[in-house]
Structures are given as structure tokens and as C-alpha cells.
């Protein structure tokens, strides 16, 4: 509980005061409890914990060196060395077992009361995306959701899931993948339309998805930007055209995405009743620490730890990839698309301030 008084000290005074008192009445509690009933996670492999592992894909991560740093020190799917920031969220928020996939055998009885993950690794807004790499769309994940809420109601009886599903924190994280893992290298999509072109159509599934999910009894939502997606070490290896930094024009395509985001979230907010919907900043604690690691501990923000450091990712950073670092807490990434347990502990610590309206 100490780094979420230490993270909030950081940011506006008022977020201070109001969580220290949390943690203060949390304190007196004989037993404490999360601060919310349940926590639901939807997007892609920034957040998957395993789904992606009991799907014919390509895209997996549940073989080392992946997951060498988990608590358990074993790969789970999760595209980490260790935990991801939606880990560090729902242990700041007081769980102490994290959502299981909703894939998994854990996903049953008791165990769904914490909630579920429906994330999968390769998927996006955009509908294709997924069909792409045979991973869950966004739409097939709602399908799950819809699933779960039967057997919820069927466990906890009616009344108690109803107070589940709305008293909950929803977490999504989407879209990189739409670009760095379609757009980019898809002349079918690249052709045709511009980025902001291609950013709009997926801001329109956004909207699209959180109407769905506020319909679904969905009241507190957590969205995450787009990251610095030309900062990521296999889109500056592929897309940098031999310059060792950041691909500009990616990172603006993000900018745009998020402006966009900032933007319709504030429109579904007026239109949904009671609806807390809350951006979180992916974007620039994630750009900040790439540009300057040294401030945050880190040694290295342009290679990842795994292999080479420069494109591998998914079957591409294996036990057999020469070079992998020993030390992946100095690395801001640990393979080419995803951030270092060490970077999603910071990144989760901004989050937490980002989002704290969503557990008052």
C-alpha cells in the first residue's frame, strides 16, 4: 500500500488526500476488502493473462522466457517477463488473486466473483485485426461477457450479481495492435486509408463497444490510450527506416487516436446516464520513461530484453533467443511490443491517480 501513497504524492494534492483517507479506513478494517466487488479486463496482449493460450494462434507467450519473473516464476500467457500493469491495478485496488482468463479452467464458481479477463493478445477495434491472428475480437469478448453474467447471476443468485456488474471497475486496452500488427503492414488497409482515416474507424468501434458494455450493466470504465506505439523497439526495427528513434509519424497517428478518444469518451459520458468513463494516460509516463530511463532506474528504452531487443515478440522471444538480458528490471521493454514488469509498476502507480474517480 506504501508505493500508492508514494505514486499519489505525485500527482494533484486533492488525489492525496482523498485516497490517504481510503487507506486510513481500509486500515481500521478487520478484514480488508477490495475497494470495488470485481474487476473486468478487455483488449489485447497488454492485458491478456492467458486466453490467447487456449486458441490456435500464433500469438502466445506461455513458454520462457516469459513469465521468468512472475511470482511463480513460469510463463502464463502473459506477455511480460512478469506482472502486467492491469496486475499492479488490481492488486492496488486490494485484490489479492488476480481475474482469471475466461478461457481457463479457473474460470468457474467462486473464482468468477473476482471477475474475469477476456483480453486476447493480437486482437483490436478493429474487427480484422483479430481474424488476422484467429484471436478474440472485441466483439466475441462482449460474447463472453454476456456468458459470464449467467453464470454470475446463477453463483451469487440475481440481486448480488446485479451489484457486482455495476458496482465493478471495467479496464479496456485496445488498439495498438490495429496499427502496429495491421495498418502498418496491411496495404489492403494502408492503401486505402490515410491513419487518421484508419484512427477514426476504430474510435468508432470505441464508441460502439462502450455503448454495448454500458448496456450490459457496465458503469465504470477504464480506457487507456495509445501508447508511444512509434517508440516500440520493432516499430522503430521495421517502420524507422534506419534511424534509432522514435517513428514520428506513428507517434502522431497515436496523438490524433487519443485526442479523438479524449473526445468521444466525453460524449458517451453525456449521453449514458451515470456513466464514469475515465481516459488513462498510457501515452506519455510510457514516452517520458523511454526518453528518459535513467531518471526512473532504468539502463535501456531502445532495445528490449529479449534476444536482440530490436522485433521479438511471441514465438520470436524464446529460451533459445541469444542475448537475452539477465537483469529485465533495468529494461523498459521486455520484448519488442511490451513493457518490462519494472515499467508496467510505474505505468500502473500513473494509472492509479489517473483513475481514482473510479472507486469514489
Not at 501513497?5 to 485516497?19: H, Q, T
Not at 492485458?47 to 516469459?66: A, M
Not at 500467457?77 to 496486475?87: E, P, Q, Y
Not at 474510435?203 to 450490459?216: M, R, T
Request: with cysteine; aromatic share 12%; net charge neutral.
Amino acid at each position: 500500500m506504501g508505493s500508492i501513497v508514494e505514486s499519489l504524492y505525485r500527482k494533484a494534492d486533492g488525489f492525496v488526500v482523498f485516497f490517504v483517507g481510503v487507506l486510513f479506513w481500509l486500515s481500521t478494517k478487520g478484514n480488508a476488502q477490495p475497494l470495488v466487488p470485481a474487476l473486468f479486463i478487455f483488449g489485447d496482449s497488454v492485458v491478456d493473462v492467458g486466453n490467447n493460450n487456449h486458441l490456435e494462434t500464433l500469438v502466445k507467450s506461455n513458454f520462457p522466457p516469459y513469465g521468468r519473473d512472475f511470482t511463480t516464476h513460469h510463463p502464463t500467457g502473459r506477455f511480460c517477463n512478469g506482472k502486467l500493469a492491469s496486475d499492479f491495478t488490481g492488486e492496488n485496488l486490494g485484490f489479492t488473486s488476480y481475474p482469471p482468463p475466461i478461457l481457463s479452467k479457473e474460470a468457474n464458481g467462486k473464482n468468477l466473483l473476482l471477475g474475469a479477463n477476456f483480453a486476447s493478445g493480437g486482437s483490436g477495434y478493429y474487427e480484422t485485426t483479430a481474424k488476422l491472428y484467429n484471436t478474440i475480437s472485441l466483439n466475441k469478448q462482449l460474447g463472453y461477457y454476456r456468458e459470464y453474467q449467467k453464470k454470475l447471476v446463477a453463483i451469487a443468485g440475481k440481486s448480488n450479481a446485479s451489484s457486482i456488474i455495476t458496482g465493478s471497475i471495467y479496464l479496456l486496452s485496445s488498439g495498438s495492435s490495429d496499427f502496429v500488427q495491421n495498418y502498418y503492414v496491411n496495404p489492403l488497409l494502408y492503401k486505402k486509408y490515410t491513419a487518421y482515416q484508419f484512427a477514426d474507424t476504430l474510435i468508432q468501434a470505441y464508441s460502439h463497444f462502450i455503448q454495448e458494455l454500458y448496456g450490459l450493466g457496465a458503469r465504470k470504465i477504464g480506457v487507456s490510450t495509445l501508447p508511444p506505439i512509434g517508440c516500440l523497439p520493432a516499430s522503430i526495427t521495421l517502420f524507422g527506416e534506419d534511424s534509432n528513434e522514435c517513428v514520428t509519424k506513428m507517434n502522431s497517428v497515436a496523438e490524433y487516436f487519443n485526442k479523438k478518444l479524449n473526445a468521444t469518451s466525453l460524449t458517451l459520458k453525456s449521453k449514458l446516464t451515470n456513466l464514469n468513463l475515465v481516459v488513462l494516460d498510457i501515452y506519455h509516463p510510457l514516452y517520458d520513461l523511454i526518453q528518459k530511463p535513467t531518471d526512473y532506474g532504468f539502463f535501456e528504452a531502445r532495445k528490449a530484453c529479449c534476444g536482440t531487443g530490436l522485433v521479438e515478440t511471441s514465438f520470436l522471444c524464446n529460451k533459445e533467443s541469444p542475448g537475452t538480458c539477465k537483469n529485465a528490471s533495468e529494461y523498459v521493454f521486455w520484448d519488442g511490443f511490451h513493457p518490462s514488469e519494472a515499467a508496467n509498476k510505474l505505468l500502473a502507480d500513473d494509472l492509479l491517480a489517473d483513475g481514482i474517480s473510479l472507486v469514489s
